[in-house]
Each structure stands twice: as C-alpha cells, then as structure tokens.
C-alpha cells in the first residue's frame, strides 16, 4: 500500500511540474495582441517545441475522445461544429512549426523536425481512425435531417465523412494498423527529404574568382553574387547561390558558358550526388509506400486515391490533358532552338545547344525578334513598386487597401507586416506578412501560408495569411529589381493571398483556400494577368533612377513578345507533370535515373530543356504528399484560369467591376463551401474550355470532330 502511494505521489509531482512547464511555454499559450492575436515569434524558442506538441496532441486527443464518446445522438453541433473547435492549441503550435520548417531551418530544428513530425502523422491517424468517431460522422452524413441544414453545414458534412473514407476509416484494425505505420514512416521520410534538399541548395555554389566571371551580368546580379559571398563569409568576389532565384539569372546572362554549365550542373543534381544528402533511396521507398498504402484503402494505384478528391478524379484525364498540350509545345521548343543554333553558328561557336545555353540564346532570340531585352525592363520591375501595384489591384478588383503595421512580432526582420481592410466600410478583414528575400534556412521558391483561417463559427475571426519569396537582397539601401518572371510569381503568390483575405465563410475548414489542390492554382494564376495591365505597368513598373514609367514603345513590345518562351515554360513544366504521374501510376519499384531517361525518352523530351523539378529534387511530391501524383495542377487550373481571364477581356477589360464582383461573390469568398466545378461555372455561366489556354499560349487548337 505503501509503495502504490509514493508512485502516485510521485506522480502528483510530475504532473505539477508538467503544468507548470506548460504554464510557461509560450506556444501553448493563446495568440494575445491586436486583431485578435496574434503569434509571438519575439518570444518563441526551438527548445519549445517538442513540449508544446507533446501536450497539444494529447490536449487534442482528448477533445475529439470527448466528442466521440458523447452520450448523446450525434448532431452537426456536438459532432462536426464541435470537431471544428477542436485542436486550437495544436493548430496555432503547428503554424508556427511550419515557419519555422520553411523560413528558420537550423541544426537544432531540424533535430526536433526529424523525431517531432512523425508525431503530427500519428495524431491523424488516431483521428481518422477513431470508430466511434467515425460513426458519429457517417450517421450524420446519412440522415435525412442533415439534408435540411444550411448548404455550407451539409458541405462540412461531407467533406469530413469523404476525408474519413478516403484516409481509411472504414478499414478493419488490422489494415488502419498498417496505414497507420505507411503514415509514420512517410512523415520520417519528407522530413529527411526536405532536409537533403535544402542542405544541397545552401551547401553548394558557384564560385566568381575573377573579374572575368562577372562578364555579361546585369550590375544587379553582381551585386547579389558578391553580397552572397560576403554573408557566406568568403574570401571570394561572388558566388552564385544553388537556389533558382540565383542561378537562372546567372544563366540568361553569363557570357561564361564554362560556368554556366557549372551552375547547371549543381541545379539540376541537387539531391542527387552520390552523398549524405542524396535523395534517391529516400524517394523510392516514398513511392514504395504510397503504393502500400493505395492498395489497402482500395485504389490500384497511390495516382487514383491522389486524385479522389481533386476535381480530375481519373489519372487519364490528367495525362490525355497534358499530352494535348505537349506536342505543340514540343514543336514550338524546336523552332525556337532552331533560331537559337543559327546564333550560335553565326558566331562560330561550334556546339549544339545545351540545357545551360537554353535561356542564354533564347534572351539573344528575344532582342532579335522583339527587340526586347530583360535587361532593359529590369530597371523599371523594382519589388517594392510592384508590391504596393499588387495592393492597388487588390482595391481595384475586391475594394481591399494596405497599411502598413509595425505592432506586431515578426519571426525574421525582413519581415514585414500589414493590417488588410475593406476600403468602402473600413472593416478589417486580416492580416498580410510578407518575406521576401532569401537567406540561410529558408527554402527556395515561393509560397502563401495561412497562419490562421477566417472564419465565424463563434464570432469574427480575422485571416492571417503570409507571402514568402526568395529575392536576392544585394548591397544595402538600392531597391531590389526583379525579373518579368520573378513579377509574374509575386502576383501569383499573391493571388493565394488574396484567395484565403477574401474568404467569408463559416467554417475554418472550408475558408480561403481549402479547396481541391488542382482549384486552389485558379485564383492565383488568375492574377498574373493583371501584372501586364497599362495601369499597374504605367502607374508602378517606374525607372529605379529616373522614376519615369515604362515607356509606351517598350509596353508595346513586350505585349508582343508575351507568348516568348511558352514552348520552354510548358515542357519544362509539363515534363514534371507527367514524370510525376507516371511515378504514381507505377506499383513496381523503380531505378530513378533510368525511369526518368525512359520516361523522358518515350516523349520525345527536348535534348536542350530538363525538367523543372529533376526526381531527386521534386519537393513537391516528396516533402508531403501535397502534389504527389498532383503537379498536373497547375495545367489542369490554367485552363480554368485562361477561360477565365476572357471573361473579363470579352466584358470591359481587366477591370470590369462586374466581373470582378462575380469572381469575388463566386469564386474568392466561398472557399470550400459548394462544389469547386459548380463554383466555377456560378462564375462563367458554363465548365471552362481548353481552347482559352491554347490561345493564351498561342498554340493551334486542334479540330474538334
């Protein structure tokens, strides 16, 4: 008796102190501050996070052990509006775990990272596969009564019982077991994957020794090469950075074309060296799993369970899609190739054109044909004009103003932070973070994260969402100038933003941007258009030194030489796409390398154009299943968006209040709350035509029969 009251004793200790612990950590406490919290990266530290996702999850648990074994008959407010409450610490926590992953990667990090996200996959499973729960859920979606709920409730409904289904909730214990494990190793093997990735991107670079390596760069590219050099603390005069916002300007512009293929060659080999960081073994049992686990919840392949929830639903369609869009684009790369090698004849260079010479000769083919040189538009693209012209579009299309805002804690202080309103009412609707320049630990690319999603389940809940780049800083107090394609991305990210500030729903779990992942491209690359607009181009593409807008003649030749590159930009693209598919169509294991080269071979892949995302680098469809079998998407939403965009060029322009106020009402207010295709034809009035997205690429459009 004895011994049993020291143990529980013992016990009481623990727990004390737990608390108190708890107590302290400043991730478990609620986000406090203006519009309604927010998060407080002045006070967060690594050492925090595994207590703090401890405790959430068990916290977690216990909610939802709550709601399924409540007493009572399951109603949407005790079963699915209370799930909808559940989790609150765990989601906040899980926020800011994500910035940190992303924009705050260290040693330290990446050691809680690696033992702490098979925990999160954990969580979900016990979620998922709770019967009781389940049950709760399946009645509800079954019962006639939940028919008379609003269209938003019933949506919720659904959405909940699908998402069970799909994740295998009507398994027996045996096989949810098994998926279970497939989950937990999974989330062990993105984690090692990302990491791999981002050690090769920050590891490797490419060294400017001499004056001579400069030779064809654009002052701004030098600039950033030798503040490179300098934050890497080198003593060297400029290194190229393994990360694309660094390389593909280095090669457009480098004369050098013994560095160029230099550059090349660490770019399209990252996570593929042969070393401690290649991906390789890591990528192929990824696949090996999916397969696993397509097979125990009933689909042949992981390709069709990827897509029982995206608007495609069949692989085939995805790939019948793609092909129809691949030949012209095939026959477009080699007609520009052929009046690259007539340059390179020319000049007696003796070689065939190769991947690292691609963009170098089509930037000399686009002064020849269109007298129009990046170099020459680059000075008037300076980020911070383009971003307050990103704000105007925002007010112009969904009455939306920016002010900038200083009262609140940032994680990085290049970040920047402003409180987003309705410029007619003055109502506040959500908050937007914006980090736009690379750095050591963060990843390439850009991106939109919703920090936390608008909702008004229990009162007005404001959005915060971020927009993350990878700009080059180079040397202090000079405005950043970008690229034309760097500026299409900006507003393409952007669009996302947009997407999750102007969502106005109920419900946090269909707000903003929670839609099927080849809808959710939509919105986004929808507002690339409105960055070639005479308004934005005249009222903010601004000389850096003189001020002085755009100049007409330069307007009218850069209109004309729009559709430049899109045989490039679509097989680099397309490649990706369809090696992805295929990937995941496949059950059999597989040799990277040479499934890339036969996958590759079998279309017929421009010698002179890699892939945009190699296998052993595709972070996309190996950091999380998030585009795995999935990065189709952005073909299968340019479509949607092209026929789109002709909605506003067949009414009043990019402009037109109407339309606009139709894209908003139907489109970037509903979230997830109806149908994504009955969403889009509310907007149009009908589904979407493939003919808009080959007259946006000026590609023929093939005779219907």
Not at 85 to 105: A, C, D, K, P
Request: proline fraction near 4%; hydrophobic fraction near 35%.
């Amino acid at each position: 008796m004895k011994k049993i009251i020291t143990i529980f004793l013992m016990g009481t200790i623990f727990f004390a102190s737990n608390a108190q612990t708890n107590t302290e950590n400043p991730l478990l406490k609620k986000w406090t501050g203006p519009y309604g919290g927010v998060p407080a990266f002045d006070v967060y530290k690594v050492s925090d996070f595994k207590p703090a996702i401890q405790f959430a999850i068990q916290e977690k648990l216990n909610e939802i052990d709550a709601i399924a074994n409540n007493s009572k008959a399951p109603t949407f407010d005790n079963t699915i509006a209370a799930l909808e409450r559940s989790g609150e610490t765990i989601s906040r926590i899980s926020t800011v775990y994500g910035i940190y992953r992303s924009n705050l990667s260290s040693p330290e990090f990446n050691a809680v990272d690696t033992e702490m996200s098979p925990k999160f996959s954990e969580l979900k499973d016990k979620i998922n596969q709770n019967k009781k729960l389940f049950t709760r859920i399946e009645t509800l979606y079954n019962s006639k009564e939940s028919k008379k709920l609003r269209s938003e409730q019933q949506r919720l409904i659904w959405l909940y019982y699908t998402n069970f289904v799909r994740e295998g909730a009507k398994l027996n214990d045996q096989d949810k077991e098994k998926v279970a494990k497939i989950n937990k190793e999974l989330a062990g093997l993105f984690t090692k994957f990302s990491q791999n990735l981002l050690a090769e991107e920050h590891n490797q670079y490419v060294a400017l020794t001499t004056e001579s390596d400069f030779d064809g760069l654009p002052e701004e590219v030098k600039k950033a090469a030798m503040a490179d050099a300098k934050e890497r603390k080198l003593n060297v005069l400029g290194t190229i950075a393994n990360t694309r916002s660094s390389i593909e300007p280095f090669l457009t512009f480098s004369t050098r074309r013994d560095l160029r293929e230099k550059a090349f060659d660490i770019f399209v080999k990252r996570g593929d060296n042969g070393n401690a960081n290649d991906n390789n073994a890591t990528l192929v049992s990824i696949l090996e799993l999916r397969t696993k686990k397509a097979k125990l919840l009933g689909y042949p392949t992981f390709a069709d369970w990827s897509l029982s929830n995206k608007m495609a639903k069949d692989p085939q369609k995805t790939l019948d899609l793609m092909l129809s869009v691949w030949e012209p684009a095939v026959k477009k790369v080699h007609e520009d190739v052929a009046e690259m090698q007539k340059i390179v004849d020319t000049e007696g260079g003796k070689f065939k054109i190769q991947p690292w010479d691609y963009r170098f000769y089509a930037e000399k083919v686009r002064k020849a044909k269109y007298d129009l040189d990046q170099n020459e538009v680059k000075p008037y693209l300076q980020l911070e004009k383009l971003r307050e012209g990103m704000f105007w579009v925002a007010g112009e299309l969904f009455n939306l103003s920016f002010r900038q805002i200083t009262n609140v804690p940032v994680y990085h202080p290049d970040v920047r932070v402003w409180e987003v309103s309705n410029k007619v009412t003055g109502k506040v609707v959500g908050l937007w973070y914006f980090d736009p320049y690379a750095r050591a630990g963060k990843r390439s690319g850009a991106w939109m994260n919703a920090y936390r999603d608008q909702q008004k389940l229990d009162g007005e809940v404001l959005t915060i969402v971020s927009n993350n780049c990878n700009f080059i800083k180079g040397a202090d107090n000079e405005p950043i100038l970008i690229s034309w394609d760097d500026a299409s991305t900006l507003f393409h990210e952007f669009g996302h933003a947009l997407h999750g500030l102007c969502s106005n729903v109920t419900y946090p779990s269909l707000a903003g941007t929670s839609v099927a992942r080849d809808y959710v491209e939509f919105p986004s690359q929808l507002l690339e258009h409105w960055l070639a607009t005479p308004e934005v181009l005249n009222k903010f593409a601004l000389h850096y030194k003189t001020n002085q807008p755009l100049p007409q003649s330069l307007v009218d030749r850069i209109e004309k030489a729009a559709n430049f590159g899109e045989g490039f930009a679509t097989v680099e693209t397309i490649s990706s796409s369809l090696v992805d598919m295929k990937l995941h169509l496949t059950t059999t294991t597989i040799d990277p390398h040479k499934f890339e080269i036969e996958t590759l071979d079998a279309l017929h892949m421009p010698s002179e154009i890699v892939m945009r995302h190699r296998i052993p680098q595709f972070g996309h469809i190996f950091s999380s299943d998030g585009y795995a079998a999935g990065y189709y998407s952005y073909l299968w939403a340019d479509v949607i968006n092209a026929d789109a965009w002709e909605a506003f060029t067949e009414g009043n322009g990019p402009y037109d209040k109407a339309v606009a106020k139709r894209l908003y009402d139907t489109v970037f207010s509903v979230g997830n709350t109806i149908d994504n295709e009955r969403s889009y034809e509310n907007f149009r009035g009908r589904a979407p035509k493939t003919d808009a997205l080959m007259r946006a690429r000026n590609f023929p459009i093939a005779k219907k029969d």
